[in-house]
């Protein structure tokens, strides 16, 4: 098994939730997927790359014969997969501290869901119905959400003045290369190893 | 929130004593029964969080236990595994985790940290050198005739002295101690950027139990800790950390860059930490120190960086807003409530004007301790992610300017406008200022909870 | 669509695995086994064929079972999850990975039902297409840089660190000269390949910690 690659930790979670309320959570997704302020948190959070809710009805799991056996079940299931950066610990604990509305409007609907505030009987929870990765693979082990952002700012501030350089007096020069500067300078931090996972 | 009762915990916890010198022993148990029985006979002259409405006493006194130690006393082994993981590690184990490696690797400290011999700390604090020496005397002659413990080594602490007078200033320079958090019920004059910033913009008192075992936390619940109840409550965990300062480093290292950076030297320095070295926080006084700012507890402490993203006043990474990073990170500072520490703790060693020959093999640094509910969740969190790694700031890998383990490599970058008075500026190639030289992990229980262990009450539920 | 944010699509497989109790180890071990012995640097099939960001393999035994009240319940059989998050469309990136890693694929989803192997390329792409599950709510922190842009920028990020650290306080002509250099430089430089510099897992987690 192996949650962690570099600076990402892979976490998968499954719950149970009665079928007749899966509808309400697919409502809430619907809005939520429309309305882009309600998804600031998520972005605010700045250390989530990637994550994804996936409902998977009871009839749903994939079913190709040869011999496979149709699934019987009772309930709908709610898969969570999140790619983030930092300690398991600080991703709930944040997830509790500032998302926890959003997140009892995702998670209610599943079984024995305590509410994700308090925070202890929320990572009990998590804990629980989290099952390990076997394989994680990133493309950038050494950067997190906001190495790639910063990353980003550098380069597209490189190439506005690296189109012009050439075309500068060296005193019109030193000037954009100061702003360059400016413009970088809150973006600079070392990519690197992850610090020891605790 | 009730009233704490004051009297149950150890003063050191609920304040800063502001005693100009001190001493830390640290003991190994001998034998359970007489150990137990020594703590008996310490139990008295414990200084407890009583008010001292007759004045300041002469001498104070506190007592702490590693894990090591509470195993030597014979606690139930259903109740020392109760105990956070990290505790029962102790502070060498956790060196991986902490970024102690290469300089500040645990096979270079001080002897007494190498091994697993301490069991307990008892720190003195005291009026002047002659009341310590007096109250360590008294202190020293129980312990040796209750035959419960050896003294395994001590370390001498004190305020530094400019002008025959004690002062908070540490030995880089810096005016020191502006940054402990407030915290319901602890009785302290209330002062704003001390505490938890509100949604509305004020600050308020931090949860009890970010501070204290027994209460509620920053969470909304309590915090993390041992079996049973009453051992735990009114008891907090203490981070205890010898950091070496190599001032001769940093003197040479800050002249070396002030000569190539436009906006002076003192400006330089105070970009290292966030505030100039009288105090003055760059975030409320970018250009020029302000003393009598530093003097009113109405301003000293109160602001906040929501206007200074791209850390044109102060640096992002700046020691002070890595630490205590306010609103840095939106949700109206929501994400560091259960992340602060509060700091005890003195420098030693001798203190140097700035131009008079200084060498860093000289003893000199400070005595770094932190009192947190949950060691892992406050300390250790803030060392790693805050001091040692720099995502959180949006600075990637880089450490801490003034106290990173930087071995030699990293950059700093301080920024800056387009007046040629604040420049932007990148220090590179940092050298260890600071180097650690042991520490350990310590448990401060309550005066009941000390009684308890005295007379082997301890049940495990 | 909920698989798509901006120009990243989130992939969500879940294959069947074979269920055969002749099998020693059983199939879904043997997936395990292989994974856990599979790169997952630069030399991970990830790495070698083009577009993924970032990828899991997880087998997934069964359901979980939450406690009373909830009723307890079992899948018939174990899935092999493949969540990934990759630049552009699913027929491309499904079609770039039976091109460039086969071997791999096929030794990963050879233990599922009804795989055609990744030989037939149509016929993998049918396949991994059918066990899909359509991602009901889809998050990218950033969705409109490809990967090849992505790994371009961190090298960029670095070599202009270095440059503004080491070009303070130069009078400007020879600045100007030196920046036109260095941005030339960057260009013709080679960018490092994705997944390179992974780490070893140093892991000290675990207990009742908090």
């Given at each position: 098994m192996s949650n962690i690659n570099g600076k990402v930790y892979a976490m998968n979670a499954i719950t149970p939730m009665k079928p007749w309320k899966t509808w309400i959570l697919r409502g809430f997704f619907f809005v939520l997927g429309r309305v882009k302020p309600l998804q600031q948190d998520l972005i605010n959070l700045s250390f989530i790359e990637f994550a994804r809710w996936v409902v998977l009805p009871r009839r749903g799991f994939p079913f190709l014969g040869n011999g496979q056996k149709r699934e019987e079940l009772q309930y709908d299931y709610l898969l969570f997969f999140s790619n983030f950066n930092g300690t398991w610990n600080q991703y709930i604990d944040a997830f509790s501290a500032v998302l926890s509305r959003g997140l009892n409007l995702i998670w209610r609907w599943s079984e024995k869901f305590p509410g994700s505030v308090p925070v202890t009987p929320f990572k009990n929870y998590i804990a629980q119905v989290q099952f390990d990765t076997d394989y994680y693979y990133t493309a950038y082990p050494r950067a997190t959400a906001n190495d790639l952002k910063s990353a980003h700012i550098v380069q597209t501030s490189l190439d506005a003045l690296s189109l012009r350089a050439q075309d500068y007096t060296p005193a019109q020069f030193a000037e954009a290369y100061l702003h360059f500067v400016i413009q970088v300078q809150a973006h600079l931090g070392e990519t690197g190893d992850a610090p020891v996972v605790f | 929130m009730s009233k704490l009762n004051a009297t149950d915990i150890q003063g050191f916890v609920l304040r800063g004593y502001n005693l100009p010198v001190g001493r830390y022993l640290f003991l190994h148990l001998e034998d359970a029964t007489r150990a137990r029985k020594m703590i008996g006979q310490l139990l008295g002259q414990v200084t407890t969080g009583q008010r001292w409405d007759g004045g300041k006493p002469d001498s104070t006194m506190n007592i702490a236990f590693t894990h090591k130690g509470l195993a030597a006393l014979d606690l139930p082994l259903a109740t020392l595994i109760t105990f956070p993981v990290e505790f029962q590690d102790g502070m060498k184990e956790r060196s991986g985790i902490l970024g102690?490696?290469?300089?500040?690797?645990?096979?270079?400290?001080?002897d007494v940290w190498r091994g697993d011999r301490v069991h307990m700390w008892l720190g003195v604090n005291a009026k002047s050198p002659e009341a310590l020496e007096a109250r360590c005397a008294k202190l020293l002659a129980t312990i040796q005739e209750s035959g419960g413990a050896t003294l395994l080594g001590s370390q001498d602490a004190a305020a530094v002295v400019i002008d025959g007078k004690p002062t908070t200033r540490e030995h880089f320079g810096y005016t020191d101690g502006f940054g402990n958090p407030e915290y319901l019920g602890v009785e302290r004059s209330s002062q704003p950027g001390q505490g938890k910033l509100l949604a509305d913009g004020t600050w308020a008192p931090l949860a009890t139990g970010e501070l204290l075992l027994g209460y509620a936390d920053e969470a909304g619940e309590l915090p993390v800790a041992p079996v049973p109840h009453l051992l735990a409550a009114n008891g907090t965990f203490m981070v205890y950390r010898k950091l070496h300062q190599n001032l001769a480093t940093f003197r040479a290292y800050l002249d070396e860059q002030a000569a190539l950076y436009g906006g002076g030297k003192e400006k330089l320095a105070a970009k290292f930490i966030g505030?100039?070295?009288?105090?003055?926080p760059l975030e409320l006084s970018p250009d020029k120190p302000d003393f009598p700012l530093t003097q009113d507890p109405k301003r000293s402490?109160?602001?906040?960086?929501g206007a200074d993203p791209e850390g044109t006043r102060c640096p992002l990474g700046a020691h002070v807003r890595r630490v205590h990073p306010r609103?840095?990170?939106?949700f109206h500072g929501k994400l560091i409530d259960r992340r602060r520490i509060t700091r005890r703790g003195l420098p030693y060693g001798a203190f140097v004007p700035e131009g008079e020959p200084v060498s860093d093999s000289e003893d000199r640094g400070v005595i770094f301790m932190a009192l947190n509910a949950s060691i892992s969740r406050q300390f250790e969190f803030v060392q790693q992610q805050w001091i040692g790694y720099g995502n959180d700031a949006h600075l990637g890998n880089d450490k801490d300017m003034l106290i990173g383990n930087h071995g030699g490599r990293g950059r700093f970058v301080v920024q800056g406008d387009t007046r040629p008075e604040n420049p932007p500026f990148i220090c590179s190639n940092m050298p260890n200022f600071v180097e650690l030289r042991g520490g350990e992990y310590f448990f401060l229980p309550s005066i009941t909870a000390l009684g308890m262990i005295a007379l082997s009450l301890v049940d495990p539920r | 669509m909920p698989n798509k944010s901006g120009s990243l699509y989130g992939l969500t497989i879940l294959s069947p695995i074979i269920d055969d109790e002749k099998a020693t180890p059983s199939h879904d071990l043997q997936i395990r086994k292989y994974l856990a012995g599979l790169?997952?640097?630069?030399?991970s099939p990830f790495a070698l064929a083009p577009g993924t960001h970032l990828a899991r393999l997880v087998v997934m035994d069964d359901v979980i079972y939450v406690g009373m009240p909830a009723c307890e319940e079992h899948l018939k059989s174990k899935y092999l999850v493949l969540e990934s998050n990759f630049d552009g469309e699913l027929d491309d990136y499904l079609g770039g990975l039976a091109d460039h890693v086969p071997e791999q694929l096929d030794s990963i989803w050879?233990?599922?039902?009804?795989y055609p192997g990744a030989g037939n390329r149509q016929a993998f792409i049918d396949y991994m297409k059918a066990c899909q599950i359509d991602t009901t709510f889809y998050f990218a922190a950033i969705n409109d840089k490809s990967l090849p842009e992505t790994l371009r920028a961190l090298h960029t990020r670095t070599a202009v660190a270095d440059f503004i650290a080491n070009h303070q306080g130069m009078e400007p002509a020879r600045l100007q000269a030196e920046f036109v250099q260095f941005v030339a430089q960057l260009r013709s430089e080679p960018i490092p390949g994705p997944g390179t510099g992974g780490i070893a897992r140093d892991i000290k987690t675990g207990g009742r910690n908090e």
């Open positions: - | 102690d490696t290469g300089l500040n690797a645990p096979e270079r400290w001080d505030r100039w070295r009288d105090g003055t402490t109160n602001f906040t960086y609103d840095d990170f939106g | 790169a997952t640097d630069d030399g050879g233990h599922c039902v009804a």
